[in-house]
């Protein structure tokens, strides 16, 4: 049984080799990124059994692609290359303090050709975990209807279906997102959401405030993440947990902490650890992801996880 599915627009990022506005950037590497992406990759680095349904162009950056995430071990046979479609492109700016702007070409995308149909078809194998972020909802109205649809099945199927708003105002407006994924979170078990995107989704409130909103729709797991100020995690009618962030020194890149959080937080949950620890080790991985360039390249390996919690805090396996 997988213990983790996602499902999103899997991209080749193009990473600059030099810091500094991309208008002056002569040199990229090529890389591969995608919110979704990077949590399945995050989550089988940690020894979990992951799954990705996306589409892909029948081309050259696509056939990478899949090839690099079958390297990772994820299980790709919700996957297919699809004629007529390019593979998503994204260039990457990297400003000196690790901070950047993302530039997509992504459209049309070939995930156009997914259906309710191809995600029951993954989900049928009942996954422990359904993960799903705003950043494929906003690729098409559809998308939202196909979501909801497939987080209706997860639940009939007994899946705990996770979501992360991701929003990217790039992709669409406030307005836009916050209705789309304001519809969603009635579908929602775990909520993994940016204090900036809770934001947008209820107004400017505390962490308190947004938990309560979350709550309000029947999530029963709300993690909101801050940044540099931690996160803070509430389950159920338990006391809110907080979790300072993890020193790093410089970072080098922070694209992609997020999704290193979710997917440390995620194995926490699925090895039924308390909410504290989950939290930690989300927080732990989080870090590793920003002292790396590149949005996945520093998603941490379980035994490197293991180390930076030291002896008292090893993740057992």
Same mark, same amino acid.
């Given at each position: ?37 990077? @949590? ?36 790709? &046979? ?37 259906? @309710? ?6 989900? &049928? ?57 304001? &519809? ?21 409130? &505390? ?81 590793? @992801?920003?002292? @790396? ?25």
């Amino acid at each position: 049984m997988q213990d983790v599915l996602t499902i999103g627009d899997a991209m080749i990022t193009m990473n600059p080799k030099q810091r500094g506005p991309m208008r002056f950037t002569t040199e990229f590497e090529r890389r591969i990124g995608g919110a979704e992406l990077n @949590v399945a990759v995050g989550c089988a680095r940690l020894g979990l059994q992951t799954g990705m349904i996306t589409r892909l162009g029948r081309d050259e950056f696509g056939r990478h692609i899949l090839n690099t995430l079958r390297g990772e071990g994820i299980d790709m &046979s919700g996957t297919a290359l699809e004629e007529h479609y390019a593979t998503p492109v994204n260039f990457k700016e990297t400003l000196e303090n690790g901070n950047g702007r993302t530039f997509y070409y992504r459209f049309p995308s070939p995930t156009e050709e997914l259906t @309710v149909q191809h995600i029951k078809e993954q989900l &049928s194998k009942q996954p422990k975990v359904f993960y799903m972020t705003g950043v494929f909802a906003s690729l098409r109205p559809e998308n939202v209807e196909m979501l909801r649809e497939a987080a209706r099945f997860a639940r009939e199927q007994g899946t705990l279906t996770a979501m992360d708003p991701n929003i990217r105002l790039k992709l669409w407006s406030r307005e836009a997102a916050g209705e789309a994924i304001r &519809s969603l979170l009635p579908y929602a078990d775990i909520m993994l959401s940016g204090k900036d995107e809770a934001d947008i989704l209820f107004g400017g409130q &505390s962490i308190e405030e947004h938990i309560a909103s979350f709550q309000s729709y029947g999530i029963d797991r709300i993690i909101i993440k801050n940044g540099s100020e931690g996160a803070a995690g509430k389950h159920g009618s338990s006391k809110t947990v907080y979790q300072p962030a993890e020193k790093v020194e410089k970072a080098a890149d922070t694209v992609g902490a997020g999704d290193g959080f979710n997917a440390g937080f995620l194995y926490g949950l699925l090895q039924g650890y308390p909410l504290e620890k989950a939290l930690k080790i989300g927080s732990v991985a989080g870090a590793k @992801v920003v002292q @790396v360039a590149g949005d996945n390249e520093g998603l941490p390996l379980l035994e490197e996880v293991e180390a930076a919690l030291g002896n008292e805090e090893r993740v057992e396996r």
